[in-house]
């Protein structure tokens, strides 16, 4: 087991990469602390208690500070510290357009709002006590689409090269005090995020990974589980793409 003894925060946990995680994490050894904004994360906790490990749901929502603030209070109340943070939660704009001239600025505000402001709140909320207590390790999502030009993407590619911008900005702020930053940039993984996707566009994005298949949520959860065990001591700052080989094609 490669997590023992560690306090992994983990949102989007109630589905998809975030569960895969959650699930991951304990089986590494962590204590997980489960945040979704859907109560159903509950039950990615009931999963690991009944499996034998150690966690806890809360529901929060990644936008708000005050979630936040209540979170972490909760984590370090219950647990004492939070070691680990996997900043997963994320949305795309299903509801309409997600081009530059098609953008209502409602949508815009939602996409940037979960997956970067985000993203940025919950570093802000749980650096300080990793410094207080000699360090700590982050692992935001991008995705490929921080990297690329994709039809139909444009506030979700906005905020993901946000996330990879941030990432290497509190990785360069925060590595004296042992605080190590990364994010990974997963291709087309297979997960709730696609329901409603036709199956001749699964196909296609399939077939832009050199391996031509989807990803799998648990693959994301691996390379997490790299960053944050003995083997990620010296990783910081970087972006890295797991996505069967898509950035090299
Ligand atoms: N699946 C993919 O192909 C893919 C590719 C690249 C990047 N990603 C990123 O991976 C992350 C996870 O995606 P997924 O595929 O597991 O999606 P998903 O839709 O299955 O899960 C996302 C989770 O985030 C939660 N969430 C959404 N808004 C929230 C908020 N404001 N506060 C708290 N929780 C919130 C949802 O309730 C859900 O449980 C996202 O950041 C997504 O952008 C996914």
Redesign the pocket.
């Known amino acids: 087991m490669r997590l023992t003894g560690k306090v992994a925060l983990v949102?989007?946990?109630?589905?998809?990469?975030?569960?895969a995680t959650a699930l991951r994490f304990a089986r590494e050894g962590a204590t997980v602390v489960c945040?979704?904004?859907?109560p159903c994360?509950q039950s990615t906790a009931d999963r690991i208690t009944q499996d034998g490990g150690s966690a806890s749901a809360i529901q929060?929502?990644?936008?708000k500070a005050a979630d936040w603030d209540r979170t972490v209070s909760e984590a370090r109340e219950r647990y004492g510290r939070v070691d680990l943070l996997a900043n997963?939660?994320?949305?795309?704009a299903l509801d309409g357009p997600d081009t530059v001239v098609g953008l209502t600025e409602e949508r815009w505000d939602h996409v940037v709002g979960?997956?970067l402001k985000?993203v940025w709140l919950g570093m802000r909320a749980v650096i300080p006590s990793m410094i207080e207590q000699g360090g700590g390790r982050i692992c935001n999502?991008?995705?490929?689409?921080a990297l690329r030009g994709l039809p139909n993407l444009a506030a979700?590619s906005a905020a993901?090269g946000g996330v990879a911008a941030l990432t290497r900005q509190a990785a360069i702020e925060y590595a004296a005090d042992n605080v190590l930053v990364n994010c990974i940039?997963?291709?087309?993984?297979?997960?709730?995020?696609?329901a409603g996707v036709q199956p001749q566009d699964l196909a296609t994005f399939a077939s832009s990974h050199a391996v031509n298949r989807l990803?799998q949520?648990g693959e994301?959860a691996a390379m997490m589980v790299h960053f944050f065990s003995d083997d990620g001591d010296f990783l910081t700052g970087q972006l890295y793409p797991v996505c069967g080989g898509w950035s090299i094609k």
Do not use: F, H, R
């Open positions: 949102t989007g946990a109630a589905q998809g990469i975030g569960e945040a979704d904004i859907q994360a929060m929502d990644t936008t997963i939660a994320g949305v795309v979960v997956d985000g999502v991008a995705s490929m689409a979700y993901k940039a997963p291709g087309t993984i297979d997960t709730p995020i696609l990803g949520p994301v």
